[in-house]
């Protein structure tokens, strides 16, 4: 890559990829712009320009783009239409996250020429896989720099060498070996390494950042409703709100009840196990809700293979197919599903759990006349059961005559 003129780099003013600025202009001989994105980290993000700029990025090069809104809308509620948990349990906030990130920094790199990207993701994990799979599905032919993968600053101790070398500040939080890494975003916190690395060993309380222990949680339960419209969130308690705006009053929510820890050991895309903790306060409480909708609005057929298509679709996000033609495809499928989950979740949250007491719909498929244990008025009649059972078990007879 003798030829990379300039280069677009995920940058977030941290330890890391403040060392791969300088990396890359010593290495490549190259010119470096910055993005940085907004996803609702919970952080104050201008002094990543004031770093950027202090290393010798000119302004017009720095990025920092508020990108809350559309992650939301295009990426999180999207994947929520699906009810999507990774290995049935995880909801894939980092993940979620990657494809967007890519697809700005391509959009980037050809607003200003740049014939290269890269990132600060180790050869390790599978953030490497998202970011990549995204770049070349948008941009077939754009160069990637993964510098874990070339350089030879093999520990925090030698980034840190390196740092000081050429004048970078170091943070005096990053001089002592880290206890374990976080990402975050509006729709979650990912903890990993270090403290977290024995999955025997229980996750200490300083590692949670998101949400109160559920045992500190307020004695008193409260009780919110959801407003959904074809398959989306659109109103709390009938107030309308934007996504992000609804999902970052869901958070509020979930952190003072202390909802949405789990402590789980996956599978990576890599071949590896990992353990990781996540808080996903308002992602638990929202999942929950349109779960709930759909057993009100969905056909029983449309349901039940939404839940065969679920594993599948969750495990493409999961490894950074969001660009791949099936994922497409499957998306096609559940967003069609959603045109009539409409009305409203009653919700109950207390000490860490979220509780459904009840949903209202204007499309429900429930109908109390045909269900009820009292008299139905002919809505129902019981002797149809009777063929309906006999049909269905003539199979199970004909190989039960011959077995016998």
């Given at each position: 890559m003798t030829d990379v003129k300039r280069v677009v780099l995920a940058y977030s003013g941290g330890l890391d990829t403040s060392v791969i600025l300088k990396w890359l202009r010593e290495t490549y001989d190259c010119e470096v712009v910055t993005f940085t994105a907004d996803l609702g980290q919970g952080e104050e993000l201008e002094p990543a320009r004031a770093k950027a700029e202090l290393m010798g990025v000119k302004?017009?090069?720095?990025?920092?783009?508020?990108?809350?809104?559309?992650?939301?809308?295009?990426?999180?509620?999207?994947?929520?239409?699906?009810?999507?948990?990774?290995?049935?349990?995880y909801l894939l906030g980092t993940s979620i996250a990657r494809p967007l990130i890519a697809k700005r920094q391509i959009e980037i790199a050809r607003m200003v020429g740049a014939d290269a990207v890269s990132h600060g993701a180790t050869g390790k994990g599978n953030d490497q896989v998202r970011f990549e799979?995204?770049?070349?599905?948008?941009?077939?032919?754009?160069?990637?720099?993964?510098?874990?993968?070339?350089?030879?600053?093999?520990?925090?101790?030698?980034?840190?060498?390196y740092a000081e070398a050429h004048q970078i500040p170091v943070p005096k939080d990053k001089r002592g070996e880290s206890p374990f890494s976080t990402d975050a975003n509006l729709l979650h916190t990912s903890s990993e390494g270090k403290v977290l690395e024995d999955p025997g060993a229980e996750v200490p309380d300083y590692v949670y950042s998101r949400t109160v222990n559920p045992e500190d949680a307020p004695d008193t339960p409260e009780v919110i409703e959801i407003g959904f419209e074809a398959g989306d969130g659109v109103s709390i308690?009938?107030?309308?709100?934007?996504?992000?705006?609804?999902?970052?009053?869901?958070?509020?929510?979930?952190?003072r009840h202390g909802i949405g820890r789990l402590d789980l050991v996956e599978n990576r895309f890599v071949g590896m196990k990992s353990r990781g903790m996540y808080e996903t306060?308002?992602?638990?409480?929202?999942?929950?809700?349109?779960?709930?909708?759909?057993?009100?609005?969905l056909d029983r057929g449309a349901a039940h293979l939404k839940d065969e298509l679920m594993p599948r679709y969750a495990e493409l996000i999961y490894n950074g197919f969001w660009f791949s033609p099936e994922r497409e495809m499957l998306q096609a499928a559940i967003d069609h599903s959603q045109a009539k989950v409409a009305g409203s979740v009653r919700l109950k949250l207390y000490k860490g759990g979220v509780h459904v007491i009840g949903r209202t719909s204007p499309n429900s498929l429930y109908s109390e006349k045909v269900v009820t244990f009292e008299d139905d008025a002919g809505a129902y009649d019981q002797r149809d059961a009777a063929g309906f059972i006999k049909l269905n078990a003539l199979r199970l007879r004909l190989l039960g005559r011959r077995d016998i």
């Open positions: 302004p017009e090069h720095i990025f920092i783009d508020d990108l809350r809104e559309e992650f939301v809308r295009d990426y999180v509620f999207p994947m929520m239409r699906a009810n999507a948990h990774y290995e049935g349990l799979l995204g770049y070349y599905a948008l941009a077939p032919d754009i160069k990637v720099i993964a510098p874990w993968r070339e350089w030879d600053l093999t520990s925090r101790t030698k980034l840190i060498e308690n009938g107030q309308p709100l934007s996504p992000a705006n609804l999902l970052a009053s869901l958070n509020d929510y979930g952190r306060p308002g992602g638990t409480i929202y999942a929950a809700a349109h779960r709930a909708i759909e057993q009100l609005t």
